[in-house]
């Protein structure tokens, strides 16, 4: 089997570099070690920056993001009891949308098939070779090869690609804390997403569309779902959102749960001969900054670009510079995801001071327009090189 570029990975990274660079006449092969149900279904990200919906929308998958995604204009910082609104498109002139990865994912999918796309799921990508071009995978008990002018490595932090790069710096930092993520049938409480700090722990309201609630809650990183019944986790939310005055938050039925660990983790190429990392198998974000899936999008605009370029032209100037270039957009939102984390966090190791710095510096974020701007221009996303 041969193709121009064989993709690891069907999550949001690997299906939209194929979709790129089908709408620019190059080839691709898609191995997804898990079947379609599971990487249309598995619940994470929902705040896009406006750059990536105009990727999106500029490629034509954007059809039903523009029919049922949620644009934003504003965050709200709550802390002290008191809500502190960050008019992000009044300072940006950018807005936001909330639109699950999930929905992106079906799009993509959806795509892909109707373009007559090669996307094989159930295919678990064993190994590569980046200076042979060479992906073996297994699909249907059967061990294969694909050959490729390049291999894109979007296989998730977990994927196999990464190990492929010899020489591999990496970055890392943990977290002393998790995300309980909940998905609840119950109308959001709140118009414009909440990043709540309270003494107890971070807290997120954020939604999926005007009847589905979706919510996180700063728990320890050994956390056990188990110990977390619907009425505590409500119960912790209403006491993280609370506010001296009439707001409530309204509870209903939760129906999906998940903890996440907290990392930040960089790897340093992100390219080998023939081999590209993007998205989350490159770089991982703390997810407080709504960046990881942003990143993946980017990466692969950047290299879609590229590799059009390289078959085009003949020329690999892009190519050769894809590293670097992702590089500084990843490091400026790795820096953004800590210093959001670290600011809305409660640090189990603070002591009295860190906690005084830290709320001077909550109160300088909503009372400064020159602070307020720095966190809105990261928050919407700085433009594509
Ligand atoms: P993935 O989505 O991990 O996809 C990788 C794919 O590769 C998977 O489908 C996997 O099955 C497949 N794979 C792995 N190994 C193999 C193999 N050997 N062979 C074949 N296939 C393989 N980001 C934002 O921008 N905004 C947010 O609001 C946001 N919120 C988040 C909230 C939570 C709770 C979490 C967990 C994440 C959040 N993120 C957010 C981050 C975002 O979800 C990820 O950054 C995004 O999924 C990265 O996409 P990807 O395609 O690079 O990787
Ligand atoms: C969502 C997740 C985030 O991490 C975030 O910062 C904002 C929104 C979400 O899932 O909706």
């Not at 190519?319 to 995801?337: G, N």
């Not at 959001?340 to 005084?356: E, N, S, V």
Request: with cysteine.
């Amino acid at each position: 089997m041969r193709t121009q570029v064989a993709i690891v990975g069907g999550g949001p990274a690997g299906l939209l570099l194929s979709h790129l660079l089908h709408r620019q006449g190059v080839e691709s092969v898609v191995l997804e070690s898990r079947d379609r149900a599971y990487v249309e279904r598995r619940q994470r990200a929902g705040m896009l920056e406006q750059g990536t919906t105009d990727v999106l929308r500029g490629s034509g998958a954007g059809a039903r993001l523009d029919r049922e995604g949620l644009v934003h204009h504003g965050i709200e910082l709550r802390f002290g009891g008191a809500g502190h609104r960050i008019p992000i498109t009044d300072l940006t002139g950018r807005t936001v949308t909330v639109y699950a990865q999930t929905e992106i994912v079906k799009d993509l999918v959806a795509l892909r098939l109707a373009d007559g796309g090669d996307v094989r799921f159930e295919a678990e990508v064993l190994a590569v070779d980046p200076s042979g071009g060479t992906v073996a995978f297994r699909q249907d008990g059967v061990t294969r090869e694909l050959r490729a002018d390049y291999i894109a490595g979007c296989d998730g932090f977990h994927g196999v690609c990464r190990a492929a790069v010899p020489d591999v710096r990496t970055f890392t930092r943990d977290y002393p804390f998790a995300w309980l993520g909940v998905l609840a049938d119950v109308a959001p409480s709140t118009d414009e997403l909440i990043y709540a700090h309270h003494e107890r722990g971070f807290a997120l309201h954020s939604l999926r569309s005007p009847s589905v609630s979706r919510l996180y809650l700063q728990v320890a990183p050994d956390a056990d779902l188990a110990d977390w019944s619907d009425q505590r986790i409500w119960d912790e939310l209403a006491t993280r959102f609370g506010t001296p005055g009439g707001w409530k938050l309204k509870p209903g039925p939760i129906t999906d749960r998940s903890v996440t660990p907290m990392r930040s983790f960089v790897a340093e190429p992100m390219r080998h001969d023939r081999l590209f990392l993007a998205g989350d198998a490159a770089h991982i974000v703390p997810p407080t900054g709504a960046k990881g899936l942003n990143l993946a999008v980017s990466d692969v605009t950047v290299l879609a670009r590229a590799l059009t370029e390289r078959y085009a032209s003949g020329t690999s100037a892009l190519l050769d510079a894809y590293s670097a270039t992702c590089l500084r957009r990843v490091w400026r939102a790795e820096h953004f995801s800590y210093w959001m984390t670290t600011l809305l966090h409660a640090d189990p190791g603070a002591d009295d001071f860190d906690r005084r710095l830290q709320r001077s510096h909550l109160e300088y974020v909503a009372g400064s327009t020159a602070a307020a701007t720095s966190l809105a221009e990261n928050y919407a996303g700085l433009p594509l090189e």
